[in-house]
């Protein structure tokens, strides 16, 4: 059986909704050849449009979480994590994928995963591909997951986005002390790495960023928020002498980063002609995450904890502001 966690990652600048999340589900649900699969949904107290989507999806399995430990109200990515981790401990399949609400798989998804899974490896990356043909989601997606978008380098490879990832099972069980609490994709990565288990990219497994209604200043919080709770997770692993210098040379990360998407975007070929159209907000995207980095790495911590806004969630209400 092929257990699939839909994370609800949308919530980033908002309150959490199912407006990513129903037509993922609907595509879960057409899957072409697909194998024996449960659906798991694991998210926050209030999610609006919950009720309606159990009734119209009796199969999945949606688990409301009310005791997440990073939820914060103002904006905050930290519970994704969360999420995902208590999604997997529900988990019953012989394979375990792992995707986000705003993701649509493709007709054949389900089978490819299924397939690639009978070489011996321990986890499958797929390919991330842009679903909405506007240059701000162009954009986003260019700053998400270009290093995923096809031409994908099949094989063995470090790295798999948890937006499209699946593992076997008893590779996941063996390193659950890793996961247990949050899963952060590069440490579950590393561990299996360590292990001598291999991980691997596949083309063919393809998913595609949905994102709708975006709006620049939406996306540009988003960004910052990002960019802060990465350099805050970068911080809490490293001493204040690391801190320090990441915060120094943070004012150069926006040339850095649009130098490497500019020469990954070459190398694919593919889309160079709507990379130079979405040029402009993609700049101001990758600069709103570096103010965001810098900030973390000043800091050393993400958005504090909002407990009274968790609290407020957990009883169904809304979050105060």
């Known amino acids: 059986m092929l257990s699939v ?10 309150q959490p909704d199912t407006t990513h999340l129903e037509p993922c589900l609907a595509a879960l649900a057409r899957q072409d050849g697909a194998p024996a699969m449960e659906i798991i ?11 309606g989507l159990r009734d119209r999806h009796p199969d999945v399995v949606f688990k409301e979480v009310s005791d997440l ?4 109200s103002g904006g905050g990515r930290e519970h994704h994590d969360e999420i ?13 994928a792992l995707i986000e609400d705003h993701g649509i798989p493709a007709r054949d998804w389900s089978s490819k995963i299924v397939e690639r899974h009978r070489q011996p490896i321990a986890a499958l990356g797929g390919a991330i ?11 986003v997606y260019f700053c998400d997951f270009q290093r995923y978008q096809n031409p994908l380098p099949a094989g063995e490879s470090s790295i798999a986005s948890d937006a499209n990832v699946s593992y076997k099972r008893s590779a996941l069980i063996a390193i659950q002390p890793v996961w247990r609490e949050v899963f952060h994709e590069s440490a579950v990565n590393s561990a299996l790495r360590s292990r001598g288990e291999s991980l691997a990219l596949a083309p063919d497994v393809v998913l595609y960023q949905n994102r709708q209604g975006l709006r620049l200043s939406s996306a540009l919080k988003e960004r910052f928020v990002w960019g802060r709770s990465y350099a805050a997770t970068r911080a809490e692993l490293a001493g204040t002498f690391h801190r320090m210098f990441w915060a120094i040379f943070a004012p150069v990360l926006p040339v850095l980063i649009m130098a ?27 600069v709103s995450w570096s103010l965001g980095e810098f900030v973390g790495y000043v800091t050393g911590r993400a958005n504090p904890l909002d407990t009274q806004a968790m609290e407020a969630i957990a009883r169904g209400s809304k979050a105060p502001s």
Do not use: Q
């Open 129 to 139: 591909e842009n679903g909405v043909d506007l240059p701000l989601n162009w954009a």
């Open 84 to 96: 995902r981790a208590r999604g997997l401990a529900l988990a019953r399949g012989e394979i375990i």
């Open 69 to 72: 430990r990073t939820y914060n």
């Open 260 to 286: 490497r998407m500019i020469r990954m975007s070459l190398a694919k070929r593919r889309t160079c002609g709507v990379f130079i159209k979405a040029l402009p907000l993609t700049a101001a995207l990758v």
């Open 41 to 51: 949904v694991a998210h926050l107290p209030g999610t609006a449009g919950i009720a």
């Open 5 to 14: 966690v839909v994370a609800i990652v949308s919530d980033t600048t908002g």
